[in-house]
């Protein structure tokens, strides 16, 4: 195995350059579109055959697609792949071998993001790894549940429960699968094993395929249209656009505007690349999820992205509910839950939102963009809370004529504040998004964290006019 050549690397370097994309942006979309040959060859000649065959198929291509992408560098994967094996084989469902595997992965990681990134975002063996470390990780668990008394568990663990330790080619596979490993989305070893098995998908065979191509092909077709629409949205709002001349140009307003546009852009890169990728995970079958209340087939298993509560949302947890749900419900499922002993909601929060920040790396953009997301948070809940209480303010709002205008102004104040809290994010050094913040005056911050000098007044003028009891949850 060796890096490309000079004249294929020039080749993609010209074909990268042509479409206004970096060459390692372009070896990673064609790795992902790589995943559709191999699962149709999966489909027609190994659904529902030999597990081990299927194994070595899925390690073999992964193994391979990863050293297009990422050279020698694919070792680092393996390496970790086989340590962690050896760490279950040897501490099996215990808590320590959940912890162990925990720390390693998440210290290798850190040691590659500390000898591997820049100033800016990298596209480099740290993102599969990143993906790997949650996969690993979500092994290492899942083991440990098994090993309890599965009455403790939820219902949600028990699907997810190991009660055997994995092989090597199992972890190797489920770690490589197809596209899958690039970029997510993360799907649990149970899922993976009832997949090879043949008991994921009810009724099907080597002769009985899955009804799932077309789904996959419109999935596929999707994420190629919000590729397109970021291509041309980004002649106006380049990745870079709040640290460029042309924005400080911009207006105090305009200024917000403008944040808003880009941080949509921004988004749409990684929408594009989790419907394309969530599409060869469509195709072979492994994303089955039964059936709806109209018997159809349900193929959202590993979905990453909910584009209508997307592209409607009228508040910051709307972009919670859709997209990155796939990662968010791994965080939901293996760390927020899991921090129940802290008897606080808001500290198991905070918890979920520092493991999340430290996962990205070490820019103090990443946590600074998890601040936002917490203080945003709070002070929607809490505004939600006053006004759930207050039956006046209820109605009037919900009312047919005020309803469209409040709907207008919720979709332009997550249209606006999402480009203030993404800018940290993206931007990644404090100078840079410093400078931005410091450009429209701290709005964000005098809006989200002046929450807690206003709120008394608001409390006040809302008070509420029903039983306290009668809201909670």
Same mark, same amino acid.
């Given at each position: 195995?060796?890096?490309?050549?000079?004249?294929?690397?020039?080749?993609?370097?010209?074909?990268?350059?042509?479409?206004?994309?970096? !060459?390692?942006?372009?070896?990673?979309?064609?790795?992902?579109?790589?995943?559709?040959?191999?699962?149709?060859?999966?489909?027609?000649?190994?659904?529902?055959?030999?597990? *081990?065959?299927?194994?070595?198929?899925?390690?073999? *291509?992964?193994?391979?697609?990863?050293?297009?992408?990422?050279?020698?560098?694919?070792?680092?994967?393996?390496?970790? $792949?086989?340590?962690?094996?050896?760490?279950?084989?040897?501490?099996?469902?215990?808590?320590?071998?959940? @912890?162990?595997?925990?720390?390693?992965?998440?210290?290798?990681?850190?040691?590659?993001?500390?000898?591997?990134?820049?100033?800016?975002?990298?596209?480099?063996?740290?993102?599969?790894?990143?993906?790997?470390?949650?996969?690993?990780?979500?092994?290492?668990?899942?083991?440990?549940?098994?090993?309890?008394?599965? !009455? *403790?568990?939820?219902?949600?663990?028990?699907?997810?429960?190991?009660?055997? =330790?994995?092989?090597?080619?199992?972890?190797?596979?489920?770690?490589?699968?197809?596209?899958?490993?690039?970029?997510?989305?993360?799907?649990?070893?149970?899922?993976?094993?009832?997949?090879?098995?043949?008991? #994921?998908?009810?009724?099907?065979?080597?002769?009985? #395929?899955?009804?799932?191509?077309?789904?996959?092909?419109?999935?596929?077709?999707?994420?190629?249209?919000?590729?397109?629409?970021?291509?041309?949205?980004?002649?106006?709002?380049?990745?870079?656009?709040?640290?460029?001349? =042309?924005?400080? !140009? /911009?207006?105090?307003?305009?200024?917000?505007?403008?944040?808003?546009?880009?941080?949509?852009?921004?988004?749409?890169?990684?929408?594009?690349?989790?419907?394309?990728?969530?599409?060869?995970?469509?195709?072979?079958? @492994?994303?089955?999820?039964?059936?709806?209340? /109209?018997?159809?087939?349900?193929?959202?298993?590993?979905? /990453?992205?909910?584009?209508?509560?997307?592209?409607?949302?009228?508040?910051?947890?709307?972009?919670?509910?859709?997209?990155?749900?796939?990662?968010?419900?791994?965080?939901?499922?293996?760390?927020?839950?899991?921090?129940?002993?802290?008897?606080? =909601?808001?500290?198991?929060?905070?918890?979920? #939102?520092?493991?999340?920040?430290?996962?990205?790396?070490?820019?103090?953009?990443?946590?600074?963009?998890?601040? /936002?997301?917490? $203080?945003?948070?709070?002070?929607?809940?809490?505004?939600?809370?006053?006004?759930?209480?207050? !039956?006046?303010?209820?109605?009037?709002?919900?009312?047919?004529?005020?309803?469209?205008?409040?709907?207008?102004? #919720?979709?332009?104040?997550?249209?606006?504040?999402?480009?203030?809290?993404?800018?940290?994010?993206?931007?990644?050094?404090?100078?840079?998004?410093?400078?931005?913040? =410091?450009?429209?005056?701290?709005?964000?911050?005098?809006?989200?964290?002046?929450?807690?000098?206003?709120?008394?007044?608001?409390?006040?003028?809302?008070?509420?006019?029903?039983?306290?009891?009668?809201?909670?949850?």
């Amino acid at each position: 195995m060796s890096v490309p050549g000079a004249s294929g690397a020039s080749l993609l370097t010209s074909l990268a350059d042509s479409l206004g994309a970096s !060459e390692h942006a372009l070896r990673l979309l064609i790795s992902i579109l790589l995943g559709y040959p191999i699962v149709l060859v999966h489909r027609n000649f190994l659904y529902g055959k030999s597990p *081990t065959l299927q194994h070595l198929l899925f390690i073999s *291509t992964g193994f391979l697609i990863s050293s297009f992408c990422y050279g020698w560098d694919t070792f680092h994967l393996i390496g970790t $792949i086989c340590f962690v094996y050896v760490i279950l084989l040897v501490f099996g469902g215990s808590f320590l071998g959940a @912890i162990l595997t925990l720390i390693f992965t998440m210290s290798y990681l850190l040691y590659g993001y500390f000898a591997t990134s820049t100033d800016v975002y990298d596209i480099k063996w740290t993102m599969p790894h990143c993906v790997l470390t949650l996969r690993l990780t979500g092994v290492a668990i899942d083991l440990y549940d098994g090993a309890q008394n599965q !009455e *403790t568990l939820s219902s949600e663990n028990k699907r997810s429960a190991l009660q055997e =330790k994995p092989s090597i080619l199992e972890l190797l596979a489920h770690s490589f699968f197809p596209s899958a490993f690039l970029v997510g989305p993360q799907f649990h070893m149970r899922r993976y094993q009832n997949f090879v098995s043949g008991k #994921l998908i009810p009724n099907t065979s080597h002769s009985k #395929l899955p009804d799932c191509v077309k789904p996959a092909l419109i999935r596929l077709g999707t994420g190629v249209l919000y590729l397109s629409i970021y291509q041309v949205l980004t002649l106006w709002v380049p990745d870079m656009y709040p640290d460029t001349d =042309k924005f400080q !140009e /911009n207006g105090f307003i305009m200024k917000h505007v403008m944040l808003g546009l880009w941080a949509r852009t921004a988004l749409y890169k990684y929408i594009s690349c989790w419907l394309i990728t969530e599409g060869v995970c469509i195709m072979s079958g @492994i994303t089955y999820s039964g059936k709806d209340e /109209n018997n159809f087939e349900k193929w959202d298993g590993c979905a /990453n992205v909910k584009l209508s509560v997307f592209e409607g949302c009228t508040k910051f947890n709307h972009y919670i509910l859709a997209f990155n749900t796939n990662t968010n419900h791994w965080i939901a499922q293996y760390v927020y839950k899991r921090l129940k002993f802290l008897n606080s =909601k808001l500290a198991s929060q905070a918890g979920a #939102l520092c493991f999340l920040a430290v996962w990205h790396g070490f820019h103090s953009g990443y946590y600074v963009c998890f601040f /936002n997301e917490f $203080i945003v948070m709070l002070m929607e809940k809490e505004v939600e809370t006053i006004l759930a209480r207050n !039956e006046k303010a209820t109605m009037f709002l919900s009312s047919p004529f005020v309803s469209p205008i409040v709907w207008v102004i #919720l979709k332009l104040y997550t249209f606006i504040f999402m480009g203030y809290c993404l800018v940290p994010f993206v931007l990644l050094s404090f100078n840079r998004y410093w400078a931005v913040y =410091k450009s429209v005056y701290f709005s964000g911050y005098i809006l989200f964290l002046g929450w807690h000098l206003y709120a008394p007044f608001v409390r006040k003028a809302l008070k509420p006019s029903r039983p306290r009891n009668a809201h909670q949850d």
